[in-house]
């Protein structure tokens, strides 16, 4: 869940339009099918800091993340959605991944895509 609200909130965030997420999450919490507790604390941190400013993008993981995962490849339980948030937050500790870099270049060498280069 807080991957699937991460995305929708970051989507939202890169709109073109001037949007208040604290009021959005307020609205979806008490007006939608959408309500929980997850979005409560949303709200609770956008009314804080609407634009997160303060914030290192930069996630922790406590255990238990990967505790299921690797509970579910002993079992030979599929859980992608758990496996996939996991790896999100690995991902979020590297400031500048060698791997995204080699897929931006990839992707120039087969189709001629933009490279953002470093100033």
Do not use: C
């Amino acid at each position: 869940m807080l991957q699937a609200y991460a995305e929708g909130f970051e989507l939202l965030h890169s709109s073109p339009y001037q949007l208040d997420l604290h009021q959005l999450a307020r609205l979806w919490n008490r007006g939608s099918v959408v309500r929980s507790w997850l979005l409560e604390l949303a709200e609770r941190a956008l009314e804080k800091e609407p634009d997160l400013s303060s914030i290192k993008g930069y996630v922790e993981d406590s255990g238990e993340g990967r505790w299921t995962v690797l509970e579910a490849v002993e079992r030979d339980v599929p859980a992608s959605v758990l496996a996939f948030s996991l790896f999100a937050r690995f991902r979020s500790r590297q400031g500048d991944s060698f791997g995204a870099k080699l897929i931006a270049a990839l992707r120039q060498e087969f189709g001629g895509h933009r490279v953002v280069k470093r100033e």
